[in-house]
């Protein structure tokens, strides 16, 4: 065994000398080859220089991050598996001589802002998130959930924005047919002669249109079906999106009309395509909605021109969509005999106040063997809720172990804030006890572990809409700066009990909370 292994080694020995020996031929014989040529050194020294050496390059298909290798999770939005080969690409350069402006540079004083001045789209719930209207070159991105009413509601401002005289309206749709987009115009009665409608896919096709049609206002529906021949990819890619919406920004500014560009959304809510697309319009607004609601909202994400917290509310109907100048007509019960569990509060969206009825319902779980306890909540914040439950056990003697417990709101109204808190807390007190809470009041405030009531912002516009409509009583935290209106009584309560004894009934409420 000693000997065969040590004949092994010498042969691997042996073995080894041979390819040290061929390697050596080899780098003299390429040693020589450079000296008789030395300009193959330089050629491969400027081949790895900034004069741009091909790079493999990976792209996300979710925000168009490019990265020069790849990795699991993309490290711009955190999508996994979302990175793809997008070809070579070549080294940035490291210089850049100067090159033709297109227009000089002027004194802030010498630039007229006449230009930029908004133009009302007709549709006032539609201006109030846009800043006052549409802005000549500007671009607009509206984005929602399939059958929300993206196409319904531009097509009543394309009718609007008609009748009122602004211009020409041109509408490209890419999912529907010309004839399709014509039957819902004469449902909706929006048919007008300035309206024009063109269903084209490709990009240069729309370019078309606009030089011929010469119209104010564009509306893309959508900017993910449109695709750009030089381009590669296929439409609705990232690629496709990036180059689509970068030409109609452009075109739209060159030529001073008002762009909108509906765009889609994935499962999770996000606007689908690359994040570059957020950054390269001006406006970006989400349209969302109940499928089982009637009511709609816009949600200004991102203005360049006015606030980009502002919300409009609409409602869907036979004929169409029409906006909700009062919303408490949907978001509040009228009419009807006070019955226990039921409270109001006044939630902000955005800028806006807006009074929401909270229900809640307690009792005890199924007959049957074996039922549990249930907790369902319904437009509300479940942890927001469970918190408020969990105060009321604790320091206000509401038994709720064993029971079942169900909140909601009305109207389809989603309500995430904490002012609501003090609200959901009184709706449930008031189902446990089986009394009704007093008429025209309402109840905003947010509730901590300690059963404080905490303060909100913008309580006097809750107050100042709760008085508009009615209301004359108000309980709300003592931290809040407030200014009430004259016919509002208003109870500033620091804690859980001192709100119940506001309603004159603290009974269950521990001793410490009486004082």
Known sequence: MTFSGSRSFGTTSSSALSNRSALSNRSAQSNRGTQSNPGALSNRSTSTGTGGKARQAYACSECGHSATKWVGRCPECQAWGSLAEAGSTRAVLRKVSAGPVSAPARPMLEIDPATAVARPSGVPELDRVLGGGLVPGSVVLLAGEPG?????????????WAASGQGRVLIVTGEESAAQVRLRAERMAAVHPQVFLAAETELSAVLGHLDQVAPQLLIVDSVQTVAAADVDGSAGGVTQVRAVAAALTAAAKERGIACVLVGHVTKDGAIAGPRTLEHLVDVVLHFEGDRHSSVRLIRGVKNRFGASDEVGCFRMTATGIEGLLDPSEVFLTAGRPLVPGTAVTVTMQGRRALP????ALVG??????????????????????????????????????????????????????????????MA???????????????????????ADVRAVPALSRRLAEAARLGFDHAVVPAECERSAP??????????????????????????????
């Open 364 to 425: 005890r779980p199924g007959d049957s063997p074996g039922a549990v306890a249930r907790r369902t909540v319904s437009g509300l914040d479940a942890n927001r809720v469970t918190i408020a439950l969990a105060v009321l056990q604790r320091y206000a003697g509401v038994a709720l172990a064993g029971k079942d417990v169900i909140a909601t709101t009305t109207g389809g109204a989603k309500v995430t804030e904490p002012a609501v808190d003090l609200a959901v807390a």
């Open 148 to 160: 929300v009413g993206k196409s319904t509601l531009l097509l009543s401002a394309a009718q609007a």
């Open 428 to 450: 449930v007190w008031s189902s446990v006890r089986d009394i009704p809470l007093p008429p025209k009041s309402v109840f905003v405030g947010e509730i901590g572990l300690s």
């Open 486 to 515: 004259a016919e509002m009584r208003v109870d500033q309560v620091t804690d859980l009990g001192a709100a119940f004894r506001a309603l004159g009934n603290d009974d269950g409420v521990v001793r410490w909370l009486r004082n």
């Open 356 to 359: 929401v009825e909270i229900q």
